[in-house]
Nanobody
Framework: QVQLVESGGGLVQTGGSLRLSCASS????????MGWFRQAPGKEREFVAA???????TLANSVKGRFTISRDNAKNTIYLQMNSLTPEDTAVYYC???????????????WGQGTQVTVGS
């Protein structure tokens, strides 16, 4: 069973930045496609960013130009750098793996417990 542990969430003011981390226990991490999703209260889980095993990236239109996804295979970790945050970014952010490079959460088999990001106005 793969374990994913997110960290780095917190409270930040509008315009601020946070960097989320997701550490994976997967032995074949460098061969894994990974994703970030988020879920706000009363809303469905939505795609934020994905990074393939080869390093290709995809970002949701709502975060393009503000968020960056990256990976460090030596540390079995992916990151989500979030800049210019707005209250609309407030959500629980989840890391996902065990699937294919996709914007569809149903394509991923393993999920972390989530980390809360709250952006004050």
């Amino acid at each position: 069973q793969v374990q994913l542990v997110e960290s780095g969430g917190g409270l930040v003011q509008t315009g601020g930045s946070l960097r989320l981390s997701c550490a994976s226990s997967e032995r074949t991490f460098r061969a894994s496609d990974m994703g970030w999703f988020r879920q706000a209260p009363g809303k469905e889980r939505e795609f934020v960013a994905a990074i393939s095993r080869s390093g290709s990236t995809t970002l949701a239109n709502s975060v393009k130009g503000r968020f960056t996804i990256s990976r460090d295979n030596a540390k079995n970790t992916i990151y989500l750098q979030m800049n210019s945050l707005t209250p609309e970014d407030t959500a629980v952010y989840y890391c996902a793996s065990g699937g294919i490079y996709s914007t569809d959460p149903a394509r991923y088999n393993y999920w972390g417990q989530g980390t809360q990001v709250t952006v004050g106005s």
